[in-house]
């Protein structure tokens, strides 16, 4: 802005003279020392020509500095003669503006001398000067406390009335720098000093304007301020700004003001009752100036953060001004209104606005956008919007969103990823939506994210495996893709949210045999009963992730709980290793096949699956014991022919035929070391099938069934044991036996003949479950195992026509065969337990203890 001419003081001849000399001497020094001079018109030259000096430059000031004139102005701006007090003062406002001096200021106490210069009937160029000096001092935060401790706030704001622009423009600009701190603040309202700062939105000097706007942006942010700007229509001012075409410039500060007094629903609604926000709506959808635009929907966004202001905005519409936003062919407007759909979307009737307005047309195709910010946030609209709603998960669906949705994940950007996450996961929620997201590769492109080293990406990253693993193909394309690897790793995460996430992921991807498997393989069923062993770590999801995995490994289920339900149908492949602890690995058969022979309790075998390596007339492992001996004979058979006639011929022909035996066993063992292994083919537990579902399966009754497949067992298993004999049944010898028979670790059911408690168990449980008896297998101590069936019992004359439960019986299958036993009966404890003989142990418990002591002592 133009500075006016400043007012020149008379001066005599004499000092006209002395004037010049000043000016043209290059002995500043004199000068200064002048200011020490007892008579006023010396010290009145002195002023006026180092104020002339210092004017001229930074350098000039620099030196005043050096020679001590700071100091002796300071004591001259009280000076009782006015010429002498205005030279003074002017000076020291000119030398205030340099930093170094505002350093050797503040060492001296002479703001309340500059402060007194602020009285209405001080000179208008004293005015100007005294407020230029506050104004530079009050950059430093020092010096700003002790202008509003010295009460110079008050004679500040009463010169922002002042006729003169100078004053104006150097008084707001003290004001703002004082306002920064919240005591001016305070004082500031008190005084009622707001409203003459709006007063300046009406300056034709746009400095000022601007002045007084950044002003009103920091006091703005104290809720009282904001109350009495309202109450007082300090929004008019505003809005008048905004309508005002040649503010333009203005209007982005402006915004931030109006934004900060829709913080409160209760400034908000005086705003509406007065008709200003309706006007603010319209100039938001209107304005041709994009940037304001931008920083007004900014301003929607901030205040929309309140609920009752969301409501407010939606009964004005505010949605309908947004949706022609996003149709702007501007990317700062448009991301800036993706954003304030996602804050406004909280109130759902809002989300139904959007879709209703066409919002949801419009987002679409952002996402395939070039602007990375514009890109995020139409994603993060996407998400609000379609978030406990399916009209407008439909709704995207139908503006075929899914396909650049699924593309977004392969972005680097982790806010992108984490926002197209988010819709897909409530897209998924509608089958027919989530077949589409697969057929997009969704599963193959959420590999990645799952990689990711954010926490939010891979929350929500096992958020869409969780969503979109509930179908058979969504498992099948993770597992081919390598996707359970990292979900796996995701359940090792110090972050509650995703490793919660990762269990639940998890859960829903267990739901099919080959996905359970690998999963078990990468070790997720150890991580997860780590996981359960920890008080902190564990969550909702990790105990029902364990369950769901054993649900798909009756194995491993057996193994860890000690417990089958008549729903853990055992199939073929099955394998009984014994009790193990959580937390260590369970070894698959092939591993358990390749342990050399020991003294460890067996391996039970359940396999009636022929594979190519058994024909169809059955190998059965007896065979496959005795195979390479006897092509080891075959392969020494010599012809007749050839038999040689003399000792010497003869037996070189045997070394010959020696050494080609040999070759010939090696060559066949690389063979079968080459062969991929299989699980060996039970014959007799294969026979076992047949002859129960030929004899067993046609009995009318469930109990008939259940007695005589008890009666079955019993009898392939060395027939009924009297309990006190039960010493005498030499099992033990029997399945060292077959372990040394075999040359393996692992015995087929089919093979045991004489069998206790677990082997007559797992074969009633395994034969069980194959003609439909249901039936649970529950493992005990020192070798017992029980089964439980559940029966209708007879009706009673009482009870005919009522709904009679089924009552759980436990078979015996030991001793007197064929017996039902009911769960809380002395003979079923006795059964399961022995508890008979807690004190004196019987024979039986003696001898099983003596057979685990034997087997520990050869281990």
């Keep these: 802005m133009g500075k006016k001419q400043k007012k020149e003081v008379e001066l005599s001849p004499k000092d006209a003279q002395f004037n010049s000399l000043i000016i043209e001497s290059k002995n500043v020094h004199t000068v200064v020392l002048m200011l020490d001079s007892p008579e006023d018109d010396i010290l009145l030259k002195a002023c006026e020509a180092i104020y002339k000096f210092s004017e001229k430059g930074d ?29 003074a003062t002017m000076a020291f406002g000119v030398m205030a503006t340099n930093s170094e001096v505002r350093k050797s200021m503040r060492q001296l106490d002479f703001l309340p001398s500059i402060i007194a210069c602020l009285a209405p009937d001080e000179d208008i160029i004293v005015h100007e000067l005294a407020t230029l000096c506050l104004a530079s001092m009050s950059i430093d935060f020092t010096s700003k406390v002790e202008i509003y401790e010295k009460g110079g706030l008050e004679p500040l704001v009463n010169l922002l009335s002042s006729p003169d622009p100078d004053v104006q423009k150097n008084s707001i600009e003290c004001i703002s ?79 931030l003001v109006l934004a900060n007094c829709l913080e409160e629903a209760h400034n908000v609604t005086i705003i509406r009752e007065s008709g200003a926000l309706e006007k603010f709506l319209l100039f938001v959808a209107t304005s041709a100036l994009p ?63 959007f879709r209703t307005e066409g919002g949801i047309l419009h987002l679409v195709p952002l996402l395939t956008g070039d602007n990375v910010e514009m890109k995020e946030a139409a994603a993060l609209a996407l998400a609000n919007l379609t978030t406990a ?32 996450a988010a819709t897909i996961t409530n897209l998924a929620l509608q089958e027919p939506i989530r077949a589409s997201i697969q057929s997009y590769g969704a599963m193959t492109a959420i590999v990645e994210p799952l990689k990711s080293s954010n926490t939010l990406v891979q ?43 990762a269990c639940w992921a998890v859960l829903v991807c267990g739901k099919d045999e080959p996905t359970t498997a690998e999963l078990c393989k990468l070790g997720a069923l150890e991580i997860l009963q780590e996981i359960n062993q920890s008080s902190s770590r564990r969550n909702s999801f990790s105990d029902a992730a364990v369950r769901r995995l054993l649900d798909h490994n009756a194995a491993l289920k057996y193994s860890l709980t000690g417990r089958l339900s008549s729903s853990d149908i055992i199939t073929d492949g099955f394998y009984d290793v014994g009790q193990i602890k959580p937390g260590m690995k369970f070894l698959t058969l092939e591993e358990l096949s390749n342990q050399e022979l020991n ?54 022909k045997k070394d010959e035929e020696k050494l080609k035996e040999e070759l010939l066993h090696a060559k066949t063992e690389e063979e079968e070391k080459k062969k991929p292994w299989e699980c060996p083919y039970d014959v007799l537990f294969d026979a076992y099938l047949s002859e129960v579902a030929r004899n067993i399966l046609p009995l009318p009754s469930t109990r008939g069934q259940v007695v005589a497949l008890a009666n079955f067992v019993a009898e392939k298993m060395g027939g009924s044991v009297c309990m006190e004999k039960l010493h005498e049944f030499t099992w033990e010898l029997h399945i060292a036996e077959l372990k040394f028979e075999l040359k393996s670790n ?64 436990i078979v015996d299958i030991m001793y007197q065969v064929g017996n039902l036993m009911k769960p809380d009966s002395p003979d079923a404890a006795h059964y399961e337990s022995c508890i008979s003989c807690t004190f004196t142990p019987c024979k039986c418990c003696k001898q099983l203890s003596w057979y685990l002591d034997h087997l520990e002592r050869n281990n």
């Design 746 to 809: 692992i015995i087929p059911i089919g093979k045991i003949q004489k069998g206790i408690y677990y082997h007559r168990a797992l074969l009633f449980k395994a034969l069980a479950d194959r003609i439909g008896i249901g039936c649970s297998l529950v493992r005990g101590e020192y070798n017992r195992a029980w089964n439980e069936v559940k029966l209708v019992d007879q009706p009673s004359q009482d009870t005919i026509g009522l709904f009679i439960p089924p009552t759980t019986y």
């Design 459 to 501: 929350s929500k990253a096992a958020l869409v495996v969780a969503s979109l693993a509930c179908d058979a193909n969504g498992r099948t394309e993770l597992r081919n893709a390598g996707g359970l690897e990292p979900l796996v790793e995701l359940l090792h995460s110090n972050n509650d949210e995703v490793r919660c996430n």
């Design 389 to 420: 709603n399916s009209s407008n998960a439909s709704a995207v669906f139908d503006a075929e969103g899914v396909e650049p949705l699924v593309k977004l994940l392969t972005e680097p950007e982790d806010g992108i990823i984490v926002n197209a």
């Design 59 to 87: 350098e000039n000031k620099i030196n005043l500095l050096a020679l001590g004139a700071i100091p002796r102005l300071a004591k001259l701006i009280n000076h009782s003669d006015k010429q002498i007090h205005m030279y």
């Design 177 to 255: 720098n004082l306002v920064k701190d919240y005591m001016c603040r305070v004082a500031l309202n008190e005084i009622n000093g707001i409203f003459p700062v709006l007063h300046l939105l009406n300056s034709e000097y746009p400095v000022i304007q601007h002045l007084a706007l950044q002003t009103l942006i920091t006091i703005s942010n104290d809720a009282e301020i904001r109350k009495a700007l309202c109450q007082n229509e300090g929004h008019e001012n505003l809005l008048q700004v905004l309508g005002t075409p040649e503010f333009s410039d203005l209007h982005a500060d402006t915004l």
């Design 291 to 353: 940037e304001v635009q931008k920083h007004a929907t900014k301003a929607i966004t901030r205040s929309a953060r309140n609920s009752e202001t969301r409501h407010i905005f939606h009964q004005e519409g505010v949605e309908k001004a947004l949706v022609m936003l996003l149709g702007i062919n501007n990317d700062g407007v448009r991301t800036a209104a993706c954003e304030a759909v996602s804050v406004m979307c909280e109130d759902v009737a809002s989300k139904e606005a």
């Design 599 to 652: 003294q460890h309790r067996p391996v039970l075998l359940i396999n009636a699956k022929r594979t190519d390596g058994h024909q169809m007339a059955g190998i059965s492992i007896e065979d496959k014991v005795t195979e390479v001996p006897l092509a080891r004979f075959t392969s020494g058979k010599m012809n007749i022919k050839d038999k040689p006639s003399s000792k010497g011929k003869s037996k070189g």
